[in-house]
């Protein structure tokens, strides 16, 4: 059995105990975030098979990495949105003024993507956040139980906070009590 996840305590919090124990002793293969020479390589080898020979730079191509700080994902939502627009003006490089004006739009598109994956109570969570320049747990949860029929307990909204964080849809700061919670910006 393979088991892939970005955050292993999302995987063994819901199993059953048992399962859980017996899954502790296994193998685990920990992969950190992308560096730059990584994510170079890959928009590298993206734009050799994907584009036409010398559309981007290897300047462009950095440009890329830099404002993707080690996401692949956001790398080549980056890419895929400047070799758009670039062809929708009418031209055939990729330049840094076409990528400068591609990164929020592939930022955009990812946080959306993300968000359609959330489950009801994840998003109703989200929303709570990202319509509040700052709110605490307290209020969070509050907002939370009026918002939906069948609230889950403070734990679980906790861990759908902690979702979104992984997701880098909000930021945590503080600890405990006085921990709040922004919107991605």
């Known amino acids: 059995m393979i088991l892939i996840a970005n955050r292993q305590e999302d ?30 390589t890959i928009l590298t ?5 994907g584009l036409e020979p010398n559309s981007i730079g290897q300047s462009e191509l950095e ?17 895929r949105n400047a070799t758009q ?3 929708r003006e009418g031209g055939n490089e990729i330049t ?9 739009e592939a930022k955009n598109e990812i946080q959306q993507q993300t968000t359609d994956k959330l489950t009801e109570h994840q ?3 989200y929303d709570i956040i990202a319509s509040n320049d700052e709110i605490g747990g307290g209020e969070l949860y ?3 139980c009026r918002e939906v029929n069948d609230p889950k307990t403070r734990r679980t909204v906790r861990n759908y906070v902690s979702k979104l964080e992984q997701y880098n849809l909000v930021v945590a700061e503080g600890n405990t009590k006085a921990r709040v919670y922004r919107p991605v910006a």
């Open 142 to 144: 509050k907002k939370y």
């Open 45 to 49: 080898d993206r734009a050799r098979w």
């Open 96 to 104: 840094a003024d076409v990528i400068r004006k591609a990164v929020p």
């Open 63 to 79: 440009m890329i990495a830099n404002r993707a700080a080690g996401d692949a994902r956001v790398a080549i939502g980056i890419l």
């Open 11 to 40: 995987v063994f919090s819901f199993l059953d105990e048992r399962l859980n124990s017996r899954l502790q002793s296994c193998a685990r293969i920990r992969f950190s975030q992308y560096n730059f020479s990584e994510l170079v």
């Open 85 to 87: 627009r670039a062809v």
């Open 123 to 125: 998003q109703v969570v």
